[in-house]
């Protein structure tokens, strides 16, 4: 079945402390996308990546970083200077990148990270 | 700015009908996605629609009017399984998704 995997669904994590969080797609999509939710808001973009080896800032890429040396892969690292990194994190991917019109995205199951 | 405004929450009765409106103020556009998001899990796809009009999907309907900056999911002969978050996100000029907040919808027996 293809489809998005992220790992873990929860994480926890002491303040300071740097963590990366999984993204694999077997969808052959070259675009993948990093969203971040919080409660009573919108998804909000963090990184996107619509080929390998290139990324480029969302609206809130602050405190976090990605790499893309695989077109499956895309993980995001949360790192201690992101100042409210507790949220739910929601990979997402499409078949072309964002110039293209009808870009549906396809979602992994999310990461519920918790900074204690 | 670019601004997406739904309401928070809604609440309907199992078998009626709902009408969850969504109104945007965006640079450009590009087209309208409505997704379905079950707490706790990843949001899919419903609908999308780039020309004004309804657009029909089995029990769910979306309609666009572009001038108007409005659009509408319809959910007909609601079931229990329905009660989620709905999320309205337009496609800007850029081919930037914005997203709405989401409505959350509750479904009475």
């Known amino acids: 079945d293809g489809g998005i995997t992220q790992s873990p669904k929860y994480l926890f994590r002491k303040e300071g402390q740097n963590v990366t969080l999984s993204c694999e797609q077997n969808?052959?999509?070259?675009?993948m996308y990093w969203y971040r939710q919080d409660p009573g808001q919108g998804l909000r973009l963090i990184y996107y990546?619509?080929?390998?080896?290139?990324?480029q800032k969302g609206d809130i890429a602050e405190g976090y970083s990605v790499s893309r040396e695989k077109k499956e892969s895309f993980p995001l690292t949360v790192t201690s200077a992101q100042k409210n990194p507790t949220a739910f994190y929601l990979c997402?991917?499409?078949?072309?990148?964002?110039?293209?019109?009808?870009?549906?995205?396809?979602f992994g199951p999310g990461t519920r990270l918790t900074v204690l | 700015g670019q601004n997406i405004d739904q309401p928070t929450e809604m609440t309907a009765t199992e078998g009626a009908i709902v009408q969850i409106n969504c109104t945007y103020q965006?640079?450009?556009?590009?087209?309208l996605f409505w997704y379905q998001q079950h707490a706790g899990e990843a949001p899919t796809f419903l609908s999308y629609?780039?020309l004004d009009g309804l657009e029909e999907k089995g029990r769910f309907s979306s309609f666009l009017s572009r001038s108007k900056g409005y659009s509408y999911l319809l959910l007909k002969e609601l079931q229990m399984k329905d009660s989620a978050s709905y999320l309205c996100?337009?496609?800007?000029?850029?081919?930037?998704?914005?997203w709405g907040a989401g409505t959350k919808l509750i479904i009475k027996p």
């Open positions: 969808l052959n999509h070259d675009a």
């Open positions: 990546s619509q080929i390998v080896n290139d990324f």
């Open positions: 997402a991917s499409s078949i072309e990148g964002q110039g293209a019109p009808y870009n549906e995205q396809f």
């Open positions: 629609n780039v």
């Open positions: 965006t640079s450009g556009f590009n087209g």
């Open positions: 996100a337009v496609m800007d000029s850029n081919y930037q998704l914005i």
